[in-house]
Structure formats: C-alpha cells, structure tokens
C-alpha cells in the first residue's frame, strides 16, 4: 500500500515541473533562481520527511478525524475549507493550463470553451470516486507513462542541441538571492506528500518506507526541469516561450520513430499525468469539505446524489468560469500570488501535524 504514496508524490513532481513552476524560475535566473532551486529541494524534502513521519503516528486517519480529535468547530472547519481550496485550486490550474495546450499544439480548430468543459466535466467525474479507486488508476497511469517520461528525459539531455555552455553561465548566479515567487515556487512540486492529508485512511497497518525516496527523485526531476530547458533554448532566450517544456520537446525528432515530432508523444502522456493529478487533487478537497461540514447524500428527482459528487460539480464549474474569463498571462500572474499564499499554508499544516503528533506520543 505504501507504494501509492510515491505515487501521487511523483505525479507532483512531474505535472509541476513541466508547466508554471520552469516558467516562473526561469524568468529569474539571472535574480536568484538557481538557489531557489536548491533551497526548494532541501525545504520540500525536509518538510516531506517531517509531514509523513508525523502521519504515521495516526494510522488509519486523515486530517479531518485528526483536527476533529483536536480542534473545535471554529478552528477545525476553517483550516479544512483552507487546506481544500489549496489543493482544489491546485488541480484546477493544471485543468485550465491543459486546455489551453490541447487547443494550442494539439486541436486548434475545437472551440476552448467546449475543450474546457471535456476537461471539467472528467475530472468531476474522476474525483468523485472513493480514494482506493483514485490511486489504482494513478497506478496505471504513472506505470503506463514513467517509461515514455525517462525515455524523453534521456533524449533531451543526449541531444546534438543541448549546449552545457548555456548552463555553466550560471555559475555566476549561484549565490544570489532568491525572491519569495522563487523560492515558492521551487518547492511546490515537492507538495503532492500533502496528500497523504487524506490518503493517510489507508495506511492503516502498513508504514511508508524508503523515505530517502523523496529528496531522490525530486532532486533529479528538479535539476532536469530547470537546466534542460536552458541548455536546449539557450540562456537568454529561454524566458521567451509561454510554455518552455512544451517548446524544448519539439526540438526533438525521433528518426525512426512512428511518430516524427516527439512533441506528440509528450503530449499524450502528459494528458494522463494531467488529469490523474486534477483527479487527485479534486478528491482530496472534495472529501475535505464534505468531512468539514458533515454533507449527506441529496435526493434529486428521487435519486440519492453522493455529496462528493455535487461538491466536485461546485469545483467544475467554478473552474470552467475561471478558464473562459482568464488569459495565459493572467493566469501565471494568479499562480505566482497562489504560489506564496499555498507555501505560507503549506508551512501552517506540516507545523500543526507535527505538534499533534507530538501530543499524540506524550497521551499515549
């Protein structure tokens, strides 16, 4: 069961690093970036190693049993609405940023409201399912894709047009120091252990092992996300592209590949990992503030509508607004402000689970 939790920690890492979070670093890589980068790995591995140590003092129980053992209504209500909202706006960024990929390289004659709407409505109806069904179809997903996704990693970096010369032009910007935006937004792929909020209920007799796992693989997906797109596209050019991943893909060609544009491989992959993330993301809020308020099933026309269900139809359609009335600039200017407001909420929740669990070994 433990394996479910690199899981959805390793769809963070992979989603995160391929849309805001290169575009966001790589605008500031002459003011700091370099060390935001490395401060984000040490402060995500570190805060992921002490949030999911403190989890297992609590087998078998998510945060809303946790809180609702510890807090009143007046404080437990609101950090669950809170904790929801970030991880509900998490999904729905990618959602919004994918629909406006597919219209762009993949269907550009499709109306984007109406590719906007496909994309709400699936991950409505993903989210809605029970956890256990959320995280065997992230299994299937990720086993599905991690080849194709080492596959390209492996192309890139061995292509005739990386130049390391690019990269080592950074040396010089080591040791600047980093912004706020920066900094949150190198550790925010580490955030999918925040998960384990909720997915915690199913771990109730088995342990996470293998932490040294997390610092691992973040380090290797954070260094490639950040320094392959500047070897590629160059260092002074790099900031120029809305979507540098997707553009550094397409300098690929596989020669004797089915498909001549590797592009279309990256892209049908990250489809998946795309909505998987949406898919986990959205249940986890969704549950959250279903526990928060207690909701039971509605009766609509005689049939009993899960609360979950109408609760993940809220987020659809607040998502579709937000997609149809928000441009690409306007929405990396929302995510840089998100990024700030989701580290300080980040910081609030591990510090609280690490002192509850704390008090849970002192009552024991």
């Not at 904790?83 to 597919?102: E, P, Q, Y």
């Not at 590629?232 to 690929?252: E, P, R």
Request: aromatic share 16%; glycine share 6%; net charge positive.
């Amino acid at each position: 069961m433990s394996r479910y939790f690199y899981y959805f920690y390793t769809v963070g890492l992979l989603i995160n690093t391929i849309f805001f979070v290169p575009r966001i670093l790589l605008s500031e890589r002459y003011d700091g970036s370099v060390m935001a980068v490395f401060a984000g790995i040490l402060f995500g591995s570190v805060s992921a190693f002490l949030f999911t140590k403190a989890m297992m003092r609590f087998p078998g129980e998510g945060i809303p049993e946790i809180f609702e053992r510890n807090f009143p209504k007046i404080i437990r209500i609101p950090l669950l609405i809170g904790l929801a909202m970030m991880w509900t706006i998490a999904g729905s960024i990618i959602l919004v940023a994918f629909s406006s990929i597919s219209i762009r390289f993949l269907s550009p004659e499709t109306n984007p409201a109406f590719m906007l709407m496909f994309y709400c409505a699936f991950g409505c109806y993903a989210a809605s399912f029970r956890p256990s069904t959320v995280l065997n179809m992230a299994e299937l997903i990720i086993l599905l894709n991690l080849p194709f996704v080492a596959f390209i990693m492996y192309k890139l970096i061995s292509s005739p047009y990386f130049e390391w010369d690019s990269i080592q032009v950074l040396a010089d910007y080591v040791f600047r120091i980093p912004s706020l935006t920066s900094f949150a937004a190198a550790t925010y792929p580490f955030t999918g252990y925040i998960s384990l909020a909720l997915y915690n209920r199913l771990y109730e007799k088995t342990r996470v092992g293998h932490l040294w796992i997390l610092p691992t693989i973040g380090t290797a997906v954070m260094l490639v996300s950040y320094f392959v797109p500047i070897g590629l596209l160059g260092i002074d050019s790099v900031d120029h592209y809305i979507y540098t991943w997707i553009t550094a893909v397409d300098t690929l060609r596989m020669k004797f590949g089915f498909i001549d544009r590797a592009l279309y491989l990256f892209l049908f992959m990250y489809i998946g990992l795309s909505l998987i993330f949406i898919a986990i993301s959205w249940n986890v809020g969704s549950v959250l503030v279903r526990d928060a308020f207690g909701f039971k099933p509605v009766t609509i026309l005689k049939v009993k509508v899960p609360s979950q269900v109408m609760i993940n139809a809220g987020f659809a359609i607040a998502t579709f607004l937000f997609g149809v009335n928000s441009s690409d600039k306007s929405l990396i200017e929302f995510v840089s402000g998100w990024l700030n407001t989701r580290l300080a909420a980040e910081i609030l929740l591990v510090i609280i689970v690490i002192w509850l669990s704390r008090r849970e070994v002192k009552h024991a």
